[in-house]
């Protein structure tokens, strides 16, 4: 019966943490390109007009396609499969270019085409059509070493834990300018506190929540896997039976999770549960000054008045479907972010990010258990108290190297035209 009972109460974890910079990829829904002749994935190309001196030539953007399940779980990886509509499209943006021109000759065979705009740099476009030849092998900008433990790209080093392979032991920043590498972070750990009414309190660590990677693919824009969550309670592995695909690109992450509730939380916690996400700062520095969507200063006062007035504070951030929180700091000379997205009603339950500038301190105010490791720590709070029963989406994503961090992840991209290739191209109308 306890064991029951503690399984329910378990809460599937997914708040990590990895370097990354400047910005972030775009994504777009396969059923968004149906009108594209798409006998396989691999056919799928994307291109935009560069025009240097005069002269106007197509230029190959870098596209993958992630085969993922109506859940948003990585399936597996079947280039030559026809594109199935949970399917999701990621690209680069940044290398977009000039809009197409009547004089612009098609970039392969493809009879249509498929027009989407940069939605940070307004102007800027790219194409999407099926050519019969495939894109030739790329550079993958993100490697995954099992043996070494190792995710890595150019900006950054991650290395993550054994038994939780969405922690990790340190965080390395990387750029050209430096002498050599900065460590940014180490030691990452979480407790998840559950001060449970008329029972036990409650606290679970990293020993005692499992991920590790099932399927992995990696392409021309990075690598994505799929995630297995393990609840271990003494001698027994319970399996928390929900994933989520996480995505390590060159310059940024992405970590969406799902946070299951199995009974009403506000009705068997106490005011003051939660999880603690927290790790060493190497490097690294927290930019507190105020700035746009920052997140607020975790109060343990408040905290301990309940999930009603708590809630409050955090509805501010709230902008119709979305809820947005942000971090910002820097590693050596390159700032970085974090920015975490919710729906409003988790916030509306008090459950939200807020900054924890000393770990051990704020255990010590509101009666936790202090660990040896604590002290010198910084973290992220949050408190579930007050979520009812259910599965609630939160996506995060961190980057590393973009000045002002302005933007949302993904780039809420959208396709803007449908394209006709005759011996010119012709604009047929509005897709979408």
């Known amino acids: 019966m306890k064991t029951r009972f503690l399984?329910?109460?378990?809460?599937?974890?997914?708040?990590?943490?990895?370097?990354?910079?400047?910005?972030?990829?775009?994504?777009?829904?396969?059923?968004?390109?149906?009108?594209?002749?798409?006998?396989?994935?691999?056919?799928l190309r994307a291109f935009a007009v560069s025009a240097n001196d005069g002269k106007r030539s197509w230029v190959a953007v870098p596209i993958q396609v992630d085969e993922l399940d109506q859940r948003g779980v990585l399936a597996g990886s079947n280039p030559t499969k026809p594109l199935a509509m949970t399917d999701r499209i990621s690209l680069r943006i940044e290398t977009f270019g000039e809009r197409i021109a009547a004089t612009d000759?098609?970039?392969?065979?493809?009879?249509?085409?498929?027009?989407?705009?940069?939605?940070?740099?307004?102007?800027?476009?790219?194409?999407?059509?099926?050519c019969e030849d495939v894109a030739p092998v790329t550079t993958l900008p993100v490697d995954h070493n099992s043996e070494l433990k190792t995710v890595t790209s150019q900006h950054y080093d991650y290395q993550y834990?054994?038994?939780?392979?969405?922690?990790?032991?340190?965080?390395?920043?990387?750029?050209?300018?430096?002498?050599?590498?900065?460590?940014?972070?180490?030691?990452?750990?979480?407790?998840?506190?559950?001060?449970?009414?008329?029972?036990?309190?409650?606290?679970?660590?990293?020993?005692?929540?499992?991920?590790?990677?099932?399927?992995?693919?990696?392409?021309?824009?990075?690598?994505?896997?799929?995630i297995d969550f393990y609840l271990r309670l003494l001698f027994m592995k319970i399996d928390l039976k929900l994933g989520t695909t996480v995505g390590f690109y060159g310059d940024s992450a992405h970590i969406p999770s799902i946070i299951d509730v199995p009974v009403d939380a506000h009705s068997r916690l106490n005011a003051g549960s939660g999880l603690l996400y927290m790790w060493q700062t190497e490097n690294a520095t927290i930019d507190?000054?105020?700035?746009?969507?920052?997140?607020?200063?975790?109060?343990?006062?408040?905290?301990?008045?309940g999930w009603e007035n708590y809630a409050k504070e955090?509805?501010?951030?709230?902008r119709k479907d979305n809820c947005a929180f942000s971090l910002r700091g820097s590693i050596g000379t390159l700032p970085y972010g974090i920015d975490i997205y919710l729906e409003p009603s988790m916030v509306a339950r008090g459950f939200y990010p807020v900054w924890v500038s000393d770990v051990g301190q704020f255990k010590k105010d509101l009666g936790?258990?202090?660990?040896?490791?604590?002290p010198g720590k910084v973290g992220i709070f949050f408190n579930n108290s007050g979520l009812?029963?259910?599965?609630?989406?939160?996506?995060?994503?961190?980057?590393?190297?973009?000045?002002?961090?302005?933007?949302?992840?993904p780039a809420p991209i959208s396709v803007k035209e449908t394209l006709t290739f005759n011996q010119n191209p012709v604009i047929e109308g509005t897709a979408h």
């Not at 399984?7 to 990354?20: D, E, P, Q, Y």
């Not at 936790?368 to 604590?374: G, L, R, Y």
């Open 7 to 43: 399984s329910l109460l378990g809460l599937t974890l997914t708040l990590s943490n990895a370097a990354t910079a400047i910005g972030c990829p775009a994504y777009l829904e396969a059923e968004k390109l149906s009108s594209l002749d798409l006998k396989a994935r691999q056919n």
């Open 105 to 130: 000759t098609p970039p392969c065979f493809g009879k249509k085409a498929l027009e989407i705009e940069n939605p940070n740099q307004p102007g800027k476009f790219a194409y999407l059509t099926a």
């Open 161 to 226: 834990l054994p038994n939780n392979q969405l922690m990790y032991k340190s965080l390395v920043a990387k750029d050209t300018g430096w002498k050599e590498p900065l460590t940014a972070a180490s030691n990452s750990d979480l407790t998840l506190h559950l001060d449970i009414k008329r029972f036990l309190t409650l606290n679970f660590t990293n020993k005692n929540v499992e991920s590790y990677v099932g399927r992995s693919a990696s392409g021309p824009v990075g690598m994505v896997g799929s």
């Open 288 to 305: 507190r000054s105020p700035h746009a969507n920052a997140m607020l200063d975790a109060k343990p006062s408040l905290i301990k008045e």
């Open 314 to 318: 955090g509805s501010k951030f709230c």
């Open 368 to 374: 936790w258990e202090i660990a040896e490791s604590d």
């Open 388 to 409: 009812p029963k259910g599965q609630y989406p939160m996506n995060q994503w961190i980057r590393l190297g973009s000045s002002g961090m302005l933007g949302q992840c």
